[in-house]
T-cell receptor, first 109, second 112 residues
């Protein structure tokens, strides 16, 4: 498996809190994708970080990539109810994207 | 607006029957993919294609065939549907840029 964990993880937080989701990968990659999947929808790319970018920001999102430990993280600052979704990390393998198992985030008011 | 459209949105199939899932993209992308997602898990690659009339095996191709008759269309075929193929299937397309990946809304398949 590309990833260390196979089952969907779950996180539950209150609105306004910060949250960080972590991923580790086994094979070399130069880019990590982070996707968001809303219920009944396909995944949508929300942030992409390359190996020469240790950190990438987009609005309230912050992604990090540590190629030495083969790990990446996605942080959401001041989470809102509309951030409730499943978040996946994925790596590039040529023109194929390999997905991790994901984190189900529930943000409650 | 560029998009990936899948049909049908949901389907119930009988064990041993033939199922065809269709995907159409208007992104002018060369690459198209079929993934399956099981409840509580991530997406796994079944087949992909980088040019019309050619398909490649992904990570879990057994029990599935694919067809790419044109740049815009990519089908997934289950010749003999089995219970274990109950899942949600996603089609995606991508261009040469690594941020071009676009997914359809999925087809929910139930095999009974």
């Amino acid at each position: 498996s590309q990833w260390g964990e196979e089952n969907l993880q779950a996180l539950s937080i209150q609105e306004g809190e910060d949250v960080t989701m972590n991923c580790s990968y086994k094979t070399y990659t130069t880019v990590v994708h982070w996707y968001r999947q809303d219920s009944g929808r396909g995944p949508a790319l929300i942030i992409l970080i390359r190996s020469n970018e240790r950190e990438k920001r987009s609005g309230r999102l912050r992604a990090t990539l540590d190629t030495s430990s083969q790990s990446s993280s996605l942080s959401i600052t001041a989470a809102q109810c509309e951030d409730t979704a499943v978040y996946f990390c994925a790596t590039d393998r040529g023109y194929k994207v390999v997905f991790g198992s994901g984190t189900r985030l529930l943000v409650s008011p | 607006e560029a998009a990936v459209t899948q049909s049908p949105r949901s389907k119930v199939a009988v064990t041993g029957g033939k199922v065809t899932l269709s995907c159409h993209q208007t992104n002018n992308h060369d690459y198209m993919y079929w993934y399956r997602q099981d409840t509580g898990h991530g997406l796994r690659l079944i087949h992909y294609s980088y040019v019309a009339d050619s398909t490649e095996k992904g990570d879990i191709p057994d029990g599935y065939k694919a067809s790419r008759p044109s740049q815009e269309n990519f089908s997934l075929i289950l010749e003999l549907a089995s219970l274990s193929q109950t899942a949600v299937y996603f089609c995606a397309s991508s261009g040469t840029g690594d941020s071009d990946y676009t997914f359809g809304s999925g087809t929910r398949l139930l095999v009974i």
